[in-house]
Structures are given as C-alpha cells and as structure tokens.
Nanobody, 119 residues
C-alpha cells in the first residue's frame, strides 16, 4: 500500500504564493503517476496537475501559467508551486498517486490540505 503525507497548505492573500509537498511511502513496485487534485466547497474534485513517470504533464487550464508541478522520483515526492493565487483557488488540495502494488495498478489519496486565498 501507499501512504501519502501532504504539507504546505494555509491562508494566503490573493496574488500570493504557496508550495504544497507530498511524500509517498509504503510498499509498492513502482509509481506510475503523481498529481494534485482539489475540491472546493460544493464542487466536485478536479484535477489540478499530474505528472506521469512516462508521458506528458497535464495541467488544468484554470491554473496554467500560475501553478507548476514537479517530482523527485528518488524521494517519491511531488510538489505544487502555486503563484498568483486567486480566491477561486480556495479548496482542499489532495495528493494522488497511481502505483503498481504487487501487480495491480491502484490509485491512492492523501488526506488533503486546505488552501484558503483571501481577497
């Protein structure tokens, strides 16, 4: 199984920056993809950005040019640098990993970290 620990959420004024970090640990064969999702109150969870081990980065249009995702494959970490934050970025941000665990490919979720952007 994979355990995900997120950090870096908090309160920031509009126009400010935050950096989220997520570390994956546990017993798994490989990580296929690491990414970040978010869920605002009353809304569905949505993809923010994802980075597959093989393939291209996927970034939501709403955050392109403001958010940057990066991975450290040796440390099994994924970061999300968020710049020029807007009140509409307020949400719980979840780290998500797709990993191969003794054969099957499974998705795992972190507990989430709250990002609040004040206007």
């Amino acid at each position: 199984q994979v355990q995900l620990v997120e950090s870096g959420g908090g309160l920031v004024q509009a126009g400010g920056s935050l950096r989220l970090s997520c570390t994956a640990s546990g017993s798994f064969d490989s990580i296929e993809l690491m990414g970040w999702y978010r869920q605002a109150p009353g809304s569905q969870r949505e993809l923010v950005a994802s980075l597959p081990t093989v393939g291209t980065t996927n970034v939501a249009d709403s955050v392109k040019g403001r958010f940057t995702i990066s991975r450290d494959n040796l440390k099994n970490t994924v970061d999300l640098q968020m710049n020029s934050l807007k009140p509409e970025d307020t949400a719980v941000y979840y780290c998500s990993v797709i990993a191969r665990v003794r054969g099957p490919v499974l998705r795992f979720w972190g507990k989430g970290t709250l990002v609040t952007v004040s206007s």
